[in-house]
């Protein structure tokens, strides 16, 4: 990185800053009354009576599956369907604040289709 991309401090911001990291997606949909959230990077899922507990719901499991993957990441790494998912849950651990994991999602409204 060259001398002027540091900024003030001299520190590469993309290492300090987890929303330099990779984004999660979490879509939002209603169906039959109901409210699905999904984030397909992570393959996690969730459905519930609001938009918002849906949300704060799918929030809580990805926090819960970041901990449990570095918990096991040998078994996780390993797995063909899971190993993919490390670069978003180290960008997740990194994130300090709620806020900070909170600047990490892009959330997305649509329609669920058949």
Same mark, same amino acid.
């Given at each position: 990185?060259?001398e002027e991309e540091k900024g003030d401090s001299g ?25 699905? &959230? ?13 938009? *918002?507990?849906? !949300?704060?719901? /799918? @929030? %809580? ?21 899971? &190993? ?13 604040? *709620?806020?900070? !994991?909170?600047? /990490? @999602? %892009? ?8």
């Open positions: 990185m060259r520190a590469d911001p993309s290492i300090s800053d987890p929303t330099n990291q990779c984004k999660v997606t979490i879509l939002l949909a209603k169906d039959n009354g109901l409210y699905c &959230a999904k984030c397909p990077e992570l393959d996690l899922v969730t459905e519930l009576p609001t938009v *918002d507990a849906a !949300l704060e719901d /799918l @929030i %809580e499991a990805i926090q819960d599956y970041a901990k449990e993957y570095l918990r096991d990441r040998d078994r996780y790494a390993a797995s063909p369907n899971r &190993a993919h998912h490390l670069t978003y849950i180290e960008a997740i651990a990194a994130c300090k604040t *709620d806020w900070e !994991l909170r600047t /990490l @999602i %892009e959330i997305k409204h649509g329609l669920v289709h058949v």
